[in-house]
C-alpha cells in the first residue's frame, strides 16, 4: 500500500514539474519574441512624463493589490492547503513569475532599468513584482520545511514516551503500545483491521471489538493504531466514562473532541469547524430529564424530519458531509469503556454514531464485554423478562456492523508469555534450582483475563522480594493466584487455618461450600495443603513426620510458617542507612579483624555491589580512617579470592577500593610498603593500572615486581583461574624484562600438559576453525607465543615436527593426539617460512610499485628471527638474499630522498 502511494507520488510530482518546465520554456520564448519586436514601438518621448507616471500608478496599483490579495489568501488557507504548490493558480504564478526574472536577467543583457521606454518600464515593473512572488514562495516553502522539523521531533518524542511505558505495562496494567511488545500475536490480526480501515469508502462505518474485561481491546486497538497507513487515517479516541454525571452534554463533547482531532490534519478545512461548533450547539439543546433518567432522543428525531423547523439542523448535518467528504483522510474514532456505562448511557453512545454522528469517511470502533452489555441494556428495555437476553442482541447488531470477537489467545504463546514473565522475576530474585512449570500451567487453567495476569505478576512482584527468605516460593505462588482469581477462596483460608493444617475430623460450613469455582481449586489447595484433600470427600495418606518436612521446606501448610504468608516485611534486599551508619561508626572504633567480619557479613547478606556503592556515597564520613578501609577491602579481597563463585563482589571491592586510592594519593600521601606486604598481586595489579598514569607509584610497583618474583615459581595457569591467570600473565612484561620472564616460564613447562596449558593463553580467545583458514592470524599468534619461550623448547619443536602443516594435517593431528593448541603452535611454526617470505616479497613488490622505502611489521621481523634462529639453512639463505634486496632498495630509496632534500 505504501509503495503504491509512493509511485503515485513520484508520477504526479514528474507531471508537475514536466509541465512547469514546458510552461518556463514557452513562456521565455514569448518574452523574448515580444522584447525584440516591441522594443521601440513606442518612443521614449512619445508621452509625457506625467502621464507616463499616471501610466504606471494605475498598472502598478492592481499588481499590489493582486499581490496582496493572494498572500492573504495564501496564509488563511495555510491549514487547507497540503503543500505549497496546491492549485494551479500557484504553478501559473510561480512559472510566470520565475520566467520574468530570469528573461529579464539573462536575455537581451547587459540590463538597464528605467530608460524612459513605456514598455522597457513595465517590464522593469513586472519583474519588481515577480522578484517579491519568488520571494513569497521561498517563505513559504521554508516555513513548511521547518514545520516538518518540528512534526518529527514530536513524532520522535512521542516514541520515546511509548518506550518508557513498557516497563509500565507489565507493573501498571497499561496496554501495549506496539508489535514488539505483543506476545501475544494479535499483531496480523490487528493488521488485517487497519488495512479494511483505507477500503471503507466515504461512507460511515462501526465496527465492535468485542471481549471480556481485560482481555485485551485496547492493547488490540493500539496495534490497530501502529499497523495503520498514517498517510491516509487519522484516530481519535473518545472514553465516555470519563465524564461521569455529566454525560447528559456528552454529545457536544463528543463533537467538541471529534473537532479538536481532525483539526490536526493537513488539509482540514476551517468551515469543517464552523459547522460542527454550530451543530453541536444546536443538539446541546435537546432536553434531558433529570439525573439517573433516561434521554429523549424523540425531539432529537423530530428535529431531522422535513417541515418540522428542523430544516437548519438537516441543511447543517448535510454541510458537515458534504465537507468531510473532501477531508484528506479516513477518520477513526475509538470508543472504548462502554461496558462501563449504564444501559441509558449506552443506547446514547449507540444512537451517537449512528444517528447523530454518522459522518462519511468516519469509522467508529466501540470496543465492549457484549455479555455485560446485553445485561446492561436488559435495564432499559427488560430483555431479561422474557427468560433470555436475545433481543438486547439484537439491539446491539442494529448499530454494530461489523461485530469483531477477539480472538482467544495462543495456548503456546499464552504459555509462553506466562513462562517468561515469571522467569524473569524468579531471575531477578536469585532464585535458583527451581521448576514453575506447575504454576504456569495453572494460571492458564484457571483462564484469568490478561489484566488479571497482570494483577498475578504484580503482585508476585511485590511479594516475592520481602518473602523469599521466609516461605516457600512455590506455596506462595500458589497462594497469589487464589488471591487474584479467588479473593473469596484467598480470606476463607486466612480466617480458617485449622480447617487447611490440620488432620481433625470437622463439617464443612455453608460458607466454604458456597464458594465460587470451589471444584476448580482442588487441585492447586490438594497441593499447598495436603489436608485439604478431605475437603473434596478424600482422605490424607502421608504420616505425621511430614510435618517436620513441611517446616523445613517452610511449607504454607505448616503451623510455624503459615502465618508469614499474609504478614507484611521491610525490603531484605537493601541495606537501610540506619545500618550502613551503625557499620561506618564501628569502623572508627573497632579493630580490623573484628570489622572484616561484620563486613564479609553485610555482603553476603546485602551484595557487596549494595553495600559498597552506598559506602562509596559516604565515605566522607570516614576520612580520617580511609586507610584502614583501603586494608579492610584489600583483606576481604583476598578472603574472596580464595573462595570461587565470587567474581560479582571482587569486582565491586576493587572498584571502591580504586576509589579510596585515587583519594589517598590526590592528597598527597602514599600507600605504605607494608600495606602491600603478602597483598593479592591481583588486587594490587588493578589498583596500580588504574592510577599509574597520574601518580608516582614506585612503592607499590616495586611491591608488584616482589609479587611476581614469588608467585612466578609456580604456573599461573594451575594457581588462578583462567581469567585471572590471563590478565596476572599480560601485565607480566611491564615489571619484569624478556629474558627474566622466559627463565620462570622454561620452569612451568615440563610436560606436553604443560605446554597445551602455556598456549592455552594464546589460543583460547580465538575460534580455532578461523584461526585455521587465516594465516595472518596464525601466524600472529604464533609469534606472539614464541616471545616468551626457551630457545630448548623453540629448537625442540622446528626440529622434530614438520606435520601439520594444512588444515587437513591439523585436523588429524587433533584427533590423534587431543591437544589443540600445540597443533595450532605446529600449524604455524610449519607455515611460518612460506607466509613470512611470501609478505617480505609482497609488501617489497608494493614498495617498488609506489617507490616508498619498505617497512616490516613488528611481527614479520620477529617471525624473520624465528626463521634466522631456528630454521633450516635453505629457509635462512632465502630470507637473507630477500632482506639484503630491499635493503639495497631501502639504501637507494634513502639516497633519492636525500638528492631531492639537498635541490
Not at 518574452?31 to 516591441?38: D, F, G, K, S
Not at 485485551?216 to 454525571?245: A, C, M, Q, R, T
Not at 599468534?781 to 587437513?808: G, M, W
Not at 593426539?817 to 617470505?837: C, R, S
Amino acid at each position: 500500500m505504501e509503495e503504491e502511494s509512493n509511485t503515485k507520488k513520484i508520477i504526479k510530482n514528474s507531471w508537475r514539474v514536466s509541465s512547469v518546465i514546458l510552461s518556463f520554456i514557452c513562456i521565455n520564448i514569448f518574452l523574448t519574441i515580444l522584447r525584440n519586436e516591441m522594443h521601440d514601438k513606442i518612443p521614449s518621448d512619445y508621452l509625457s512624463f506625467w502621464v507616463k507616471g499616471v501610466l504606471y500608478v494605475l498598472i502598478t496599483i492592481p499588481l499590489i493589490l493582486f499581490f496582496v490579495s493572494y498572500i492573504i489568501t495564501s496564509i488563511s488557507n495555510a491549514r487547507i492547503r497540503r503543500e505549497t504548490f496546491f492549485r494551479l493558480s500557484d504553478y501559473i504564478i510561480f512559472t510566470v513569475s520565475l520566467s520574468i526574472i530570469i528573461n529579464y536577467w539573462f536575455v537581451n543583457t547587459p540590463v538597464s532599468m528605467w530608460t524612459g521606454n513605456v514598455l522597457s518600464d513595465l517590464f522593469d515593473i513586472s519583474m519588481v513584482f515577480s522578484c517579491c512572488i519568488i520571494l513569497y514562495f521561498t517563505g513559504e516553502i521554508l516555513a513548511r520545511i521547518q514545520k516538518s522539523k518540528q512534526e518529527k521531533k514530536e513524532k520522535i518524542a512521542k516514541s520515546l514516551q511509548k518506550e518508557n511505558k513498557i516497563e509500565a505495562y507489565y507493573n501498571s496494567e497499561y496496554p501495549i503500545n506496539d508489535t514488539e511488545q505483543d506476545a501475544l500475536n494479535r499483531a496480523s490480526f490487528a493488521e488485517k483491521i487497519a488495512n479494511s480501515l483505507v477500503k471503507s469508502g466515504e461512507d460511515s462505518l462501526t465496527m465492535g471489538i468485542l471481549g471480556n474485561w481485560g482481555s485485551g481491546k485496547s492493547s488490540v486497538y493500539n496495534l490497530i493504531k501502529e499497523k495503520s497507513d498514517k498517510n491516509h487515517v487519522i484516530f481519535i479516541e473518545f472514553k465516555p466514562w470519563y465524564f461521569g454525571e455529566n454525560n447528559h452534554d456528552i454529545i457536544r463533547l463528543y463533537l467538541l473532541e471529534f473537532l479538536e482531532g481532525i483539526k490536526k490534519v493537513e488539509g482540514y478545512n476551517p468551515e469543517i469547524g464552523k459547522a460542527i461548533k454550530k451543530y453541536a450547539d444546536i443538539l446541546s439543546s435537546v432536553s434531558l430529564r433529570g439525573f439517573g433518567a433516561t434521554l429523549s432522543f424523540k425531539e432529537l428525531v423530530d428535529r431531522f424530519k422535513p417541515g418540522q423547523s428542523t430544516d437548519s439542523l438537516s441543511d447543517l448535518k448535510k454541510e458537515i458531509e458534504m465537507l468531510l467528504k473532501d477531508y484528506p483522510k479516513r477518520i477513526v474514532v475509538y470508543i472504548d469503556d462502554i461496558d462501563r456505562l449504564e444501559g441509558s448511557e449506552i443506547r446514547m453512545i449507540f444512537k451517537l454514531v449512528r444517528l447523530v454522528a454518522d459522518f462519511p469517511k468516519v469509522t467508529y470502533i466501540l470496543a465492549l464485554d457484549e455479555e455485560v452489555v446485553q445485561k446492561s441494556l436488559s435495564s432499559v428495555y427488560q430483555f431479561e423478562e422474557k427468560g433470555n437476553l436475545e433481543d438486547a442482541k439484537k439491539y446491539i447488531e442494529k448499530f454494530i456492523q461489523i461485530p469483531i470477537y477477539l480472538p482467544k489467545p495462543d495456548f503456546i504463546d499464552l504459555y509462553n508469555l506466562c513462562k517468561k514473565q515469571l522467569n524473569n522475576i524468579i531471575e531477578e530474585n536469585n532464585i535458583l534450582n527451581e521448576e514453575y512449570t506447575e504454576i504456569i500451567d495453572s494460571l492458564i487453567e484457571q483462564k484469568l483475563s490478561l489484566r488479571d495476569l497482570s494483577r498475578y505478576f504484580n503482585l508476585v512482584k511485590f511479594y516475592l522480594p520481602f518473602l523469599k527468605e521466609e516461605v516457600n516460593v512455590k506455596d506462595l505462588l500458589y497462594l497469589i493466584l487464589i488471591q487474584v482469581s479467588s479473593p473469596e477462596l484467598y480470606q476463607y483460608i486466612y480466617t480458617n487455618k485449622l480447617l487447611f493444617i490440620n488432620n481433625y475430623k470437622f463439617e464443612l460450613d455453608d460458607e466454604f461450600k458456597a464458594l465460587p469455582r470451589l471444584n476448580e481449586y482442588q487441585g492447586i489447595l490438594c497441593t499447598i495443603f495436603p489436608y485439604a484433600t478431605r475437603l473434596f470427600g478424600g482422605a490424607f495418606e502421608g504420616e505425621m513426620a511430614n510435618k517436620k518436612e513441611w517446616e523445613k521446606e517452610k511449607r504454607v501448610c505448616s503451623d510455624k510458617y503459615f502465618n508469614h504468608y499474609f504478614m507484611y516485611s521491610s525490603p531484605r534486599d537493601a541495606i537501610s542507612q540506619n545500618e550502613l551508619s551503625n557499620f561506618i561508626s564501628l569502623i572508627k572504633e573497632k579493630d580490623l579483624t573484628e570489622i572484616q567480619t561484620i563486613y564479609l557479613d553485610l555482603i553476603k547478606e546485602y551484595s557487596a555491589k549494595e553495600v559498597n556503592e552506598k559506602l562509596e556515597h559516604r565515605l566522607s564520613e570516614v576520612d580520617e580512617c580511609i586507610e584502614k578501609i583501603f586494608t579492610l577491602l584489600l583483606k576481604s579481597y583476598q578472603e574472596l579470592h580464595n573462595i570461587s563463585g565470587n567474581r560479582n563482589a571482587k569486582e565491586s571491592i576493587i572498584y571502591l577500593a580504586q576509589l579510596i586510592a585515587k583519594k589517598i594519593y590526590s592528597k598527597g600521601r602514599e600507600i605504605p610498603v607494608e600495606y602491600w606486604e603478602n597483598s593479592n598481586i591481583l588486587f594490587m595489579l588493578k589498583i596500580y593500572n588504574y592510577l599509574h598514569n597520574n601518580y608516582n607509584l614506585k612503592i607499590l610497583k616495586l611491591a608488584i615486581k616482589n609479587a611476581y618474583e614469588k608467585i612466578s615459581e609456580v604456573s599461573y595457569f594451575k594457581v588462578f583461574d583462567e581469567i585471572d591467570a590471563k590478565e596476572v600473565f599480560s601485565k607480566w612484561k611491564d615489571f619484569s624484562d624478556q629474558e627474566g620472564i622466559k627463565k620462570k616460564v622454561k620452569n612451568w613447562i615440563d610436560t606436553k600438559e604443560d605446554f597445551e596449558e602455556f598456549l592455552n593463553y594464546y589460543f583460547s580467545d580465538i575460534n580455532s576453525e578461523k584461526i585455521v583458514k587465516d594465516k595472518e592470524i596464525l601466524i600472529h599468534v604464533f609469534v606472539a607465543s614464541t616471545q616468551y619461550l626457551s630457545d630448548k623448547i623453540l629448537q625442540e619443536y622446528f626440529d622434530q615436527y614438520h606435520s601439520p602443516k594444512t588444515e587437513v594435517e591439523w585436523g588429524q593431528y587433533i584427533e590423534k593426539n587431543g591437544a589443540g593448541n600445540i597443533g595450532l603452535f605446529l600449524l604455524g611454526k610449519n607455515n611460518l617460512f612460506e607466509y613470512i617470505f611470501s609478505a617480505i616479497e609482497g609488501f617489497h613488490v608494493s614498495s617498488m610499485k609506489n617507490s616508498y622505502m619498505v617497512e616490516l611489521p613488528k611481527y614479520i621481523s620477529m617471525g624473520v628471527k624465528l626463521i634466522k634462529k631456528f630454521g633450516n639453512n635453505e629457509q635462512i639463505m632465502k630470507i637473507e638474499s630477500l632482506l639484503v634486496e630491499i635493503k639495497e632498495y631501502n639504501d637507494f630509496i634513502k639516497e633519492q630522498l636525500d638528492l631531492q632534500f639537498e635541490r
